[in-house]
């Protein structure tokens, strides 16, 4: 399973740019890099998911440069309600499904 | 439902005691997961279902755990002669389909175990 990097903590001010950089270096062929994100007390939710090059979507996009050995999620103008854990994952087929390693994530602090 | 659904959402259990956490998946989900979660960490990987089959039980960490999905939808995670060290949120994912690929993974919101 390719294992994740990423930082532990992160403090942003509303309004802002938040870039998460996420190093996979032994990721696999037909590995997705997927981001989740959790709140206190509920499940982890999906943000996005790419494979190669650039993902956009209504919440965030992600970067995946050409050698996919680290990929940046960026959540434009975050605001307070954003302040949660966000895990980055590189997944593997699992018989006819994935399995997902999840890391200790990045706890994104958004403050006022 | 319109999510995976999770019960109990809290569970107190004394050291010794067998317990049993329910799992109802999106329907129609044919994968379906299990994730223990430690305080602090990420969730780590206990089990796979596809529809009936337990395709992996590699993550269970003893023979006290035990999970199943008789039907191909609700799946029940037994533990028995819980020790302290189970003391965790257990976590219910289901994704639409067996086929490979990229799928997305929907979480319920975790029941979480305090063994005393």
């Known amino acids: 399973l390719a294992k994740t990097t990423q930082p532990i903590s992160m403090d942003s001010y509303e309004g802002q740019e938040v870039n998460i950089t996420c190093s996979h270096n032994n990721i696999a062929t037909n590995d997705y890099i997927t981001w989740y994100q959790q709140f206190p007390s509920q499940g982890p939710r999906f943000i996005i998911q790419g494979y190669k090059t650039k993902v956009t979507n209504e919440v965030a996009s992600l970067f995946i440069p050409a050698d996919r050995k680290s990929s940046t999620l960026s959540l434009p103008r975050v605001s307070l309600s954003d302040t949660a854990v966000y895990y980055c994952l590189v997944g593997e087929p699992l018989g006819s499904a994935r399995q997902l390693t999840f890391g200790s994530g990045t706890q994104l602090t958004v403050l006022p | 439902g319109a999510g995976v659904s999770q019960s109990p959402r809290y569970k107190v259990a004394k050291r010794g005691q067998d317990v049993a956490l329910r799992c109802d998946p999106i329907?129609?989900?044919?994968?379906l997961f299990w994730y223990q979660q430690a305080l602090g960490q990420g969730p780590e990987f206990l089990t796979y279902?596809?529809?009936?089959?337990?395709?992996?039980k590699s993550g269970l960490p003893s023979d006290r755990f035990f999970a199943e999905r008789p039907e191909g939808s609700v799946s029940t995670l037994k533990i028995q002669r819980t020790q302290q060290e189970d003391s965790a949120v257990y976590l219910c994912?289901?994704?639409?389909?067996?086929?490979?690929?990229?799928?997305?993974?929907?979480f319920g919101p975790g029941t979480r175990l305090l063994v005393l």
């Open positions: 994912a289901s994704s639409l389909a067996g086929l490979a690929g990229e799928e997305t993974q929907y």
């Open positions: 329907s129609g989900h044919v994968s």
């Open positions: 279902f596809q529809n009936e089959a337990q395709l992996d």
